[in-house]
C-alpha cells in the first residue's frame, strides 16, 4: 500500500510555477473575493494568498460584508474583468443565501475563471477541449499520473455527484478512457458497486462511509470528502481499516485538499498564456 502523498506533490509543482515566473519574468494577478464571513472560506483564502505569495502571483482579496448585493459582486467581477493586470478571479463558496453563486461565477470571463467553473471551461471539458479543468478534478488526475496509476481502460466508481467533483470528474475520466459509474444517495446497492472500482473516488463529506467491505482487493482509493469529528479533520473513508486492501490511498488530511490549491496556481499560468496569445 502507499499512501499518496498530495502535500509532497503541491511542493513540487508550486517549485516549478516558482520557477518559470522568475525565469519567463510572469507578471500573474490573482484576485479573490469573499463574502460574508464563513470561517472556513477565510482559512481558504489564506492558503491560496499563502500559494500566491511562495510563487510570486500578486494576490488582491476583496472581503465584502455579507449584506453585498448580487449587482455589486457582478460590478466588481465586470471590473476586473476589464481589468488587464488581472489574470485570474477566484468568488470563493459559499456566499450569503441571497447571492446566486452560479449567476455571480458565471459572469467570470472563461479565460479568467481559474476555478473552471463557467460554461465555456465545462463545456470544453465535456468536448475533451483545452481549457481550464475544475481544480479539484485537475489535482485527482494529476495524483494518479504522479503515482503512475493507469487510468485507461480502468473501472473508476465515483460516490458523489455533486458540481464541483463528481459531476466533472465524470468527463476528466472518459477523457482519459476509463469506464466510468456514478453513484449518489439514491444509489442501490452502493457496497456491491463501489467492490467493481479499479478506482474509486469519494466525494460526498460524511465519515466512514467507505468501509473495508466496499473495496476490492488492490483497489486505488481517492477520498475528496472532508468532515470534522471531534475537532479531527476526517475523510469518507475510514483510512486505518481499508488501507492494506488498497495500492494506492490518498490521506485526509494531505491528499487531494493540498492538490487543489496546486491546480489553482497552475490555472493561473495556464490563464495567462490564453491571455498572451489572444
Known amino acids: 500500500m502507499t499512501i499518496m502523498d498530495g502535500k509532497l506533490l503541491k511542493n513540487k509543482i508550486l517549485n516549478n510555477i516558482k520557477n518559470k515566473i522568475e525565469k519567463d519574468n510572469l507578471d500573474i494577478k490573482l484576485a479573490i473575493i469573499l463574502v460574508g464571513d464563513n470561517e472556513a472560506s477565510k482559512i481558504y483564502v489564506n492558503n491560496k494568498e499563502k500559494s500566491c505569495n511562495y510563487v510570486g502571483i ?129 444509489t442501490k446497492n452502493l457496497d456491491e458497486i463501489c467492490r467493481t472500482a479499479d478506482i474509486l473516488v469519494s466525494a460526498v463529506g460524511k465519515p466512514n462511509l467507505i468501509t473495508k467491505e466496499m473495496i476490492k482487493e488492490g483497489a486505488v482509493v481517492i477520498d475528496v470528502g472532508i468532515s470534522r469529528v471531534d475537532n479531527k479533520v476526517v475523510g469518507d473513508s475510514s483510512f486505518d481499516e481499508i488501507k492494506d486492501k488498497c495500492t494506492f490511498i490518498t490521506p485526509v488530511p494531505g491528499g487531494v485538499g493540498p492538490m487543489t490549491v496546486a491546480m489553482i496556481m497552475e490555472n493561473l499560468l495556464l490563464a495567462k498564456e490564453m491571455q498572451d496569445n489572444g
Open 58 to 186: 500578486k494576490c488582491d482579496k476583496y472581503l465584502l460584508d455579507s449584506s453585498t448585493s448580487e449587482e455589486e459582486v457582478i460590478s466588481l467581477i465586470d471590473r476586473l474583468n476589464n481589468d488587464d493586470e488581472v489574470t485570474g478571479i477566484i468568488l470563493q463558496s459559499p456566499v450569503p443565501s441571497h447571492i446566486d453563486f452560479d449567476k455571480c461565477a458565471g459572469t467570470i470571463r472563461y479565460y479568467k475563471d481559474v476555478d473552471g467553473f463557467t460554461r465555456d471551461n465545462i463545456y470544453n471539458l465535456y468536448m475533451n477541449k483545452d481549457g481550464l479543468v475544475p481544480c479539484t478534478v485537475k489535482g485527482i488526475i494529476r495524483l494518479l499520473d504522479e503515482y503512475k496509476v493507469e487510468i485507461e481502460g480502468k473501472h473508476v466508481v465515483i460516490v458523489g455527484r455533486g458540481n464541483i467533483v463528481g459531476k466533472p470528474l465524470i468527463h476528466a475520466m472518459m477523457n482519459r478512457n476509463a469506464t466510468v459509474t456514478v453513484c449518489h444517495s439514491k
